[in-house]
């Protein structure tokens, strides 16, 4: 896939498990909104390696319009989330995110969304990791408190 747009949440736990960059053998282009930028740089390791991806242009930041739709999606979302949504349905891109209502309007938006677990299960389909790793990423993202569902991470140990 090109380009696609993330949330957060999807972001934080790949920083935090040494997993990011496996972001870049599935989409040529991950776009980001201001107030997403704000919330994975929040480490000072984060904001370095965030920092070298947008140098080199394989992640861009952009500004999300605050107009209607913004103003009905902060009533139930947070701001990254809303950013993240209103990016997604004005440049047409598949979503990143995790978060169940946030997932919920995407959809209703007509947006097209993948998740953490999506993520993994695209890797392993294409053979970028091996069961083991993914399973290994799982561990490590419940470690770093990412909750996952049972049914979710049953999907990646029988793949």
């Known amino acids: 896939m090109k380009a ?17 960059s496996l972001l870049f053998k599935l989409f040529e282009e991950i776009l980001i909104s201001d107030e997403v930028y704000k919330e994975i740089t929040y480490k000072f390791d984060h904001k370095t390696i965030i920092e070298e991806h ?11 319009e605050n107009g209607d739709l913004y103003e009905m999606l902060i009533k139930r979302l947070d701001k990254g989330e809303s ?4 990016l997604a349905k004005k440049l047409a891109l598949p979503l990143i995110i995790d ?17 953490f677990v999506g993520i993994l ?3 392993l389909e294409k053979n970028i990791i091996q069961k083991e790793q993914a399973i290994r990423i799982v561990k490590d993202a ?11 991470k049953k999907m990646v140990i029988e793949y």
Not at 6 to 18: E, K, R, Y
Not at 99 to 115: P, W
């Open 54 to 64: 947008i140098l080199s242009n394989v992640l861009q930041v952009h500004s999300a």
């Open 99 to 115: 978060e169940k209502k946030g997932r919920s309007i995407a959809r209703s938006l007509d947006i097209v969304i993948i998740g």
């Open 142 to 152: 419940e470690k770093n408190d990412f909750r996952l569902s049972d049914a979710l």
């Open 121 to 123: 299960l695209k890797l």
């Open 83 to 86: 950013e993240s949504i209103i």
């Open 4 to 20: 696609i747009i993330a949330d957060s949440s999807t972001l934080i736990v790949l920083l935090d498990t040494n997993n990011f």
